[in-house]
């Protein structure tokens, strides 16, 4: 809804065609100054070149900024430490983004004193939603414009004559069968013979990993963790942004993380999406292994319930509402004790926990061994079951043993051997 005249505004500029063509179309459609703002969240998402090619195609200034460091620590870390993953298998890469271009794009727009901000969003994605709703929770007096939604409407064919008539420049790539977003944390894939479920994605469809047949040998990378955090590699410290484009690499190569999901979108659609995330499915199984070590019984069951959670307010857009910052705020707790480090193989495209260990490992292996030195006390396991297992006893009491209902709707299994024919009875007896 426009509150005022519009005479500036900031666009989230990618240096593609669409947002070339939309620095242009704002200008004219509506006479305003356009300023651009793009954001390299790494995995190749900043093109080159692209500061020229806004101002050819009529911005007013160009920024460019590197948020792949806050990118990792303020997005993505938070994100693995909740395990949250859509649907239990999308690592949410693009939707991690949204709301860090989101609060530059006002922060940027806060220093222009811009009207209003935009974005090449289509009308029928999730990312639409996830910019509106974040810049309106960060700045509630900022317009939203988005040109695609809003009459820009043209063809592929189309925008090129619209940019070659104004002499925009434009990326000399050739048109991809498919709709692609990328950044460190992972690559998703789209449209184009994709939206056939049925179909086996294309090989084109990745560019991040080898097909996992082709994988070579196994190798094995060990992991070190502090506080939940991923901070060095076979033992070497590195800086967050390196220790992910490593990983990214290494299980690239060895064909790690393609996930093919059909999930449902925020606006109601399902749709089908291939991703590419080799950085956070290895990070993603370590952590959980390392958890599975360092937090108790009723933590991980709860942390379940975050998660799924977490993900979906990452997912529907609502990373900056109040419920995501207190969950956040358990989950950084929660995460004081996971420290250590996981060793995982990398196997023709899985990635496979090999061993743990952690000073703060809750694993007590005297009470765990079958071995000598076994100290946990066998007899006392009877009076544990006395009570534990004291509803059931009362129930079968009272209301009959389960075995002997068999035939009512809510019956268990009826007895094997009464319905077996002789020769098998026979057979079992020798
Ligand atoms: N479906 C994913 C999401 O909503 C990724 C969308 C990214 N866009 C694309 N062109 N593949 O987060």
């Not at 063509?21 to 692209?50: F, P």
């Not at 909740?82 to 220093?111: C, D, F, M, S």
């Not at 709707?409 to 077996?420: G, K």
């Amino acid at each position: 809804m426009k509150k005022t005249e519009m005479k500036r505004v900031v666009l989230a500029y990618s240096g593609g065609l669409d947002t070339s063509v939309a620095v242009a179309w704002l200008r004219e459609q509506h006479d305003v100054e356009v300023v651009t703002l793009t954001v390299d969240v790494g995995g190749g998402s900043l093109r080159e070149g692209v500061e020229r090619r806004a101002m050819s195609a009529g911005a007013s200034r160009a920024y460019v900024v590197d948020a792949r460091e806050r990118f990792v620590t303020d997005f993505v870390w938070p994100h693995l430490q909740a395990n949250a993953l859509y649907q239990g298998a999308y690592p949410l890469a693009t939707a991690l983004a949204r709301p860090l271009i989101a609060q530059l794009l006002v922060e940027v727009a806060q220093k222009e004193g811009a009207d209003a901000v935009a974005h090449g969003c289509t009308g029928k994605g999730n990312d639409q939603v996830r910019f509106d709703v974040a810049v309106h929770a960060l700045d509630p007096g900022l317009d939203v414009v988005a040109p695609m939604r809003v009459g820009m409407g043209l063809t592929r064919d189309q925008e090129i004559d619209y940019a070659a008539e104004r002499g925009i420049e434009i990326p000399i790539t050739k048109a991809s069968p498919y709709s692609i977003d990328v950044n460190l944390w992972g690559r998703s894939c789209e449209t184009g013979v994709l939206e056939d479920p049925w179909l086996a994605a294309p090989p084109d469809a990745y560019e991040w990993t080898v097909a996992p047949s082709d994988a070579p040998e196994p190798v094995e990378v060990t992991i070190t963790f502090e506080g939940g955090t991923p901070v060095a590699l076979d033992g070497e410290f590195l800086p967050p942004v390196h220790l992910v484009d490593r990983l990214h690499s290494l299980g690239g190569a060895h064909g790690i993380g393609r996930v093919d999901h059909v999930e449902d979108r925020l606006v109601g659609i399902k749709s089908r999406e291939i991703y590419e995330a080799p950085a956070a499915t290895i990070l993603h199984t370590a952590h959980r292994a390392l958890e599975g070590l360092t937090l108790s019984k009723d933590t991980l069951r709860f942390n379940r319930l975050v998660a799924d959670e977490h993900a979906r307010l990452t997912y529907d857009g609502l990373w900056f509402s109040a419920l995501h910052r207190d969950l956040r705020g358990y989950v950084a707790s929660s995460q004081r004790v996971v420290s250590g480090e996981v060793r995982i193989r990398l196997d023709h495209g899985a990635a496979v926990v090999a061993g743990r260990r952690s000073p703060l490992s809750l694993y007590d292996r005297n009470l765990a061994t079958y071995d000598e030195g076994d100290a946990f006390d066998h007899a006392s396991a009877v009076g544990f079951i006395e009570i534990f297992g004291l509803p059931l006893r009362v129930e079968a009491a009272r209301h009959g043993a389960v075995g002997k209902h068999h035939g009512a709707a809510w019956a268990w299994t009826p007895p094997l051997l009464a319905n077996m024919p002789a020769s098998v009875k026979d057979r079992e007896a020798t």
